[in-house]
């Protein structure tokens, strides 16, 4: 049923807490505010936000160090890109029956996802099902689509041995986990003993995992050699590699002839370093996959949450309240985080 507008009670208020960004420049600059509740115009719903995604895109748009292909935020803002929650009114055309829907939508540049109330269009909406938790969901809304684009890429078998630095992270523990649900044997490395349980915890978290995890600290250099006696002779055929800087290159190293290496990201601050030599020594198929143009989003997005519906993947959260947003932000500029980042408004 298309309705003129369907709002719910909103307690009389007609305001809410949300992180405002006023300038740009460090965490700081994240404050909790008492803004006015947004109404959902045309094509649009308001969600009543049970967690919102926390994202290391979030953190260059906020520094205003974001790539020239994503448009320069107007300030003030309310940073935020990944929420779940429940619908608690729909603008005019859309169905009303939405309301009171557990749903989770990646809202794109508009933002606004670190609120207690935030607008999506209702076409960007995905259904929860039962089992499937608020954080779980916003977990996997974006940066399991991107772990989606990365496994399409990397064609992972169960004779494959994977390497996957920083395996603690958001989209990290869902690569080892698809890994692992594949069969393959998955050298997950981490950053620090702090991170060890939630890496030896991916192989429980994930409910089809079938492949053998070998967990290792990546702060002790003797990492390689380790890697090499538990392998006992098999070298690792595919690296998947988010981190950079000396640890993605000591994995690039360990590859065997004929590796594969799927370029994610560098959160180590430094790029991984290769150049043609490496690729001929051993016949290495080098893969870029993100910042292709990708159509298909909402595809990506719906593979995503099946991987999580089935039990592939039960991506590892690091909760932290709405007003700590600055805390947050610091955790991952830091790689203190451990899984995803996710912010929870307090109920009221």
Avoid: C
């Amino acid at each position: 049923m298309s309705v003129d507008a369907v709002i719910t009670d909103d307690g009389g208020s007609g305001t809410m807490r949300a992180i405002v960004q006023r300038e740009f420049g460090a965490s700081e600059v994240l404050r909790i505010e008492e803004v006015a509740l947004p109404v959902p115009a045309e094509g649009e719903v308001r969600v009543r936000v049970a967690a919102a995604g926390v994202h290391a895109v979030d953190i260059d748009i906020r520094r205003e160090a974001a790539p020239p292909s994503m448009p320069r935020p107007v300030l003030p803002m309310t940073p935020g890109r990944e929420i779940a929650g429940i619908v608690d009114a729909v603008g005019p055309g859309v169905d009303a029956g939405l309301v009171g829907e557990r749903v989770v939508a990646h809202v794109g540049f508009r933002s606004g996802g670190y609120a207690e109330f935030a607008l999506a269009v209702a076409s960007a909406l995905h259904p929860l099902v039962d089992g499937v938790t608020f954080s779980q969901a916003v977990a996997t809304i974006g940066t399991g689509r991107t772990a989606q684009l990365v496994w399409d890429a990397a064609q992972i078998r169960s004779t494959d041995v994977v390497v996957v630095p920083g395996a603690s992270g958001g989209l990290g523990s869902q690569l080892v986990q698809l890994a692992l649900s594949a069969g393959a044997t998955v050298v997950a490395l981490y950053g620090g003993a702090a991170k060890r349980d939630v890496v030896e915890n991916l192989a429980r978290g994930g409910k089809r995992a079938r492949g053998r995890l070998l967990p290792l600290d990546a702060t002790d250099e003797s990492w390689p050699a380790r890697m090499a006696r538990l392998l006992d002779g098999q070298q690792p055929s595919v690296l998947l590699d988010g981190v950079g800087g000396a640890t993605g290159r000591a994995a690039l190293e360990s590859l065997g002839r004929g590796g594969r290496v799927v370029i994610i990201g560098w959160s180590s601050g430094e790029v991984l370093r290769l150049d043609t030599d490496d690729i001929v020594r051993a016949s290495l198929t080098v893969t870029v996959p993100l910042g292709r143009p990708v159509a298909e989003l909402r595809a990506l997005e719906t593979g995503a949450l099946a991987a999580l519906a089935e039990g592939r993947t039960s991506p590892p959260v690091d909760e932290y309240p709405l007003e700590d947003a600055a805390a947050a932000h610091d955790a991952i500029e830091q790689r203190r985080q451990q899984g995803k980042v996710v912010l929870i408004p307090a109920p009221r």
